[in-house]
């Protein structure tokens, strides 16, 4: 029964190594390429003529960058968390996403984003709430962001985000920039 015991347990230790090592790292800085990434936004129904929230519209969104500046992701990832620094001209947005199962709390500016992260294999899933806070009240949306690293070595976010009733999709693709 002793020797079945240390054989599980060893089994088990083994199975969590290996786990840990098939997760992706996604650290290091990358920049948004808009001819690899998907359409950035695709709504899944009408947009209410009222709503004011972050979603895609005018064919870009918040991940795409306006005006011919450049997205930039500064991401540092340990075994326990990932940080990312959302870098778009001068205005930089940093969020933590920890792998512990609990909520993670991020402001930046008038947006507040309540989130939990999970690894499913070689991705990392994000799912939560923001609520961006406007001159009119609050917009509060849902998302899911799935997070992997593509075959040509590029990161892959793929968001899911439901506003006021309205759902969009986006797949934004970043290449790694060379130390």
């Known amino acids: 029964m002793k020797r079945v015991c240390i054989v599980g347990v060893a089994a088990l230790f083994v199975t969590a190594v290996m786990a840990a090592q098939a997760r992706p790292d996604f650290s290091g800085t990358w920049t948004f390429d808009p001819q690899q990434s998907g359409p950035t936004g695709r709504s899944a129904t009408p947009r209410p003529a009222s709503s004011r929230a972050t979603a895609v519209t005018g064919g870009t969104s918040r991940f795409s960058g306006v005006g011919g500046e450049t997205v930039e992701l500064r991401v540092a990832q340990t075994g326990s968390s990932l940080t990312i620094e959302r870098v778009l001209g001068p205005t930089t947005r940093?969020?933590?996403?920890?792998?512990?199962?609990?909520?993670?709390?991020?402001?930046?500016?008038?947006?507040?984003?309540?989130?939990?992260?999970?690894?499913?294999?070689?991705?990392?899933?994000?799912?939560?709430?923001?609520?961006?806070?406007?001159?009119?009240?609050?917009?509060?949306?849902?998302?899911?962001?799935?997070?992997?690293?593509?075959?040509?070595?590029?990161?892959?976010?793929?968001?899911?985000?439901?506003?006021?009733?309205?759902?969009?999709?986006?797949?934004?693709?970043?290449?790694?920039?060379?130390?």
């Open 94 to 179: 940093t969020v933590l996403h920890t792998f512990d199962g609990k909520e993670n709390l991020n402001v930046n500016g008038r947006s507040t984003l309540r989130t939990k992260s999970r690894w499913n294999g070689r991705q990392l899933i994000t799912e939560g709430t923001e609520v961006t806070a406007l001159d009119t009240g609050g917009v509060t949306s849902t998302l899911r962001e799935v997070r992997s690293i593509g075959a040509k070595g590029e990161l892959i976010v793929e968001t899911t985000r439901t506003t006021e009733g309205s759902t969009t999709t986006a797949r934004q693709v970043y290449t790694k920039k060379k130390a």
